[in-house]
């Protein structure tokens, strides 16, 4: 395809999975669209055993279920395995139901909670993100619905409470999310309890209705290191369609926080520094500071790693250095996905990645090129990569299918 004729596709994007029942549930910006993954999907034999190495809000896991495939998804984030295994599972009329009961009850008792201590979260600057009052009356309505529900919890088919809860505190927030990343509008908003209370019901709704259409296949988010994949029981995958993070120093953990913190998955910024540092591209605190003592482990990678690492190192930008680290760090660990990736595959599996590329000062780094070039290295074959999309932010950004087929004959 001509770069020139490339559009947007706002389709293959976030943006259009809102309005796409269990989809819609909870927004991340890097999150690609229902439509590119059933376009992957169309060529599967129905036997076919579906894997997201890198699940983030399961929108793989979830299409293919939705299709009646098996698939699994892993990921490193807790919140984000809990929410995928919240998206999978299959709720009970009945369930439906009592939580619509409970919610009622919780709703009647959290004023009188009004006036007490209730928890918040120990979220940095937390007075730029809701005005006190709003705070006070989330923290009540938080209190009243942990005594009709408990904490959120792993396997829990209560969770599309909190799914609700975590989609009222962005939408009560002042973060806006106009760009890749998050900001915070200028002046914090006051909400009447009113609309927090009838926003909050308007959402379980829309939860609880998608919630009651069945999934007729069948898919789990397990914690697993991607970087080292060890096999899981017997499984063995025939096609993978994923879209792992992008070297351009975007934080999953930035945009994921609030819901983080209020859902207790993190209780301080400590452990969001140490959960970026286990993901691939991982940029937030601690996981910064530690790229500078940062070793290589894996030596044997392609040579156009290490000449695209060489220009950025020795370009004039500032921390050139440390972003050149920064750059060879996430194609190491891809590389090592790749590489660890080989065991759980059957004979003929498909491989379809969603990558984007990213500049630092001037020098292009060709995501899909350097992808191309780990795969031919660890023997895979058919490799191909075409655009898929432009990115919005700059002419030169675009997002590229890299495909390939794992064959052991
Ligand atoms: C671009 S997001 C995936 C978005 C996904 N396609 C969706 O539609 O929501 C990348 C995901 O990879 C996960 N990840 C990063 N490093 C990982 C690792 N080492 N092992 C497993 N998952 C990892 C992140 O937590 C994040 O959820």
């Known amino acids: 395809m001509m770069r020139s004729t490339v559009q947007q596709r706002s389709d293959y994007t976030f943006k259009a999975n809102r309005s796409l029942g269990r989809h819609g549930w909870l927004r991340l910006t890097p999150a690609y669209g229902v439509k590119l993954v059933e376009k992957l999907l169309s060529s599967s034999?129905?036997?076919?055993?579906?894997?997201?190495?890198?699940?983030?809000?399961?929108?793989t896991g979830l299409v293919a279920a939705e299709l009646g495939y098996k698939?699994?998804?892993?990921?490193?984030?807790?919140?984000?395995?809990?929410?995928?295994?919240?998206?999978?599972r299959n709720y009970a009329e009945d369930c439906l139901l009592d939580i619509r009961e409970k919610v009622w009850q919780a709703l009647k008792e959290y004023k009188s909670q009004l006036e007490q201590d209730n928890?918040?979260?120990?979220?940095?600057?937390?007075?730029r993100w809701w005005s006190g009052y709003t705070l006070n009356v989330l923290a009540a309505l938080r209190t009243a619905l942990v005594e009709q529900f408990g904490e959120p919890e792993e396997n829990d088919e209560y969770s599309v409470v909190w799914i609700?809860?975590?989609?009222?505190?962005?939408?009560?927030?002042?973060?806006?999310?106009?760009?890749?990343?998050?900001?915070f509008s200028e002046t914090v908003i006051h909400h009447e309890i009113e609309y927090i209370e009838k926003l909050f019901l308007?959402?379980?709704?829309?939860?609880?209705?998608?919630?009651?259409?069945?999934?007729?296949?069948?898919?789990?988010?397990?914690?697993?290191d991607s970087r080292n994949i060890i096999s899981v029981g017997n499984i063995k995958i025939n096609k993978v369609i994923t879209s792992p993070p992008y070297p351009n120093r975007v934080s999953y953990i930035r945009e994921l926080r609030p819901y983080m913190y209020w859902t207790k998955f993190i209780n301080e910024a400590k452990e969001a520094g140490e959960l970026d540092w286990l993901a691939v591209g991982g940029t937030w605190g601690i996981a910064t500071s530690r790229l500078?003592?940062?070793?290589?482990?894996?030596?044997?990678?392609?040579?156009?790693?290490?000449?695209?690492?060489?220009?950025?190192?020795?370009?004039?930008?500032?921390?050139?250095?440390?972003?050149?680290?920064?750059?060879?760090?996430?194609?190491?660990?891809?590389?090592?996905?790749?590489?660890?990736?080989r065991s759980i595959l059957e004979d003929g599996a498909e491989l379809h990645y969603i990558v984007g590329n990213s500049t630092f000062f001037g020098n292009m780094v060709d995501t899909a090129a350097l992808f191309s070039d780990?795969?031919?290295?660890?023997?895979?074959?058919?490799?191909?990569?075409?655009?898929?999309?432009k990115r919005n932010c700059n002419k030169a950004?675009?997002?590229y299918c890299v495909s390939a087929i794992w064959s052991t004959g």
């Open 164 to 183: 609700a809860f975590c989609r009222l505190i962005i939408e009560t927030s002042s973060a806006a999310f106009n760009h890749i990343s998050m900001s």
């Open 202 to 224: 308007d959402i379980l709704d829309f939860v609880l209705r998608s919630a009651e259409k069945n999934i007729m296949g069948n898919a789990r988010v397990l914690k697993v």
């Open 71 to 88: 698939a699994y998804s892993f990921d490193i984030n807790p919140f984000l395995i809990w929410l995928g295994n919240a998206k999978y």
């Open 397 to 399: 950004l675009y997002e």
């Open 374 to 389: 780990s795969m031919r290295i660890l023997g895979y074959s058919k490799i191909h990569s075409e655009i898929v999309r």
């Open 292 to 341: 500078n003592s940062w070793t290589i482990q894996e030596e044997d990678l392609p040579e156009s790693i290490f000449s695209t690492v060489k220009n950025i190192r020795m370009s004039d930008g500032k921390n050139a250095n440390l972003l050149s680290i920064y750059v060879l760090k996430y194609f190491h660990d891809m590389h090592l996905h790749l590489s660890s990736i």
């Open 119 to 127: 928890w918040t979260p120990q979220i940095f600057n937390i007075e």
């Open 45 to 59: 034999n129905t036997e076919a055993i579906i894997l997201d190495p890198f699940s983030g809000t399961a929108t």
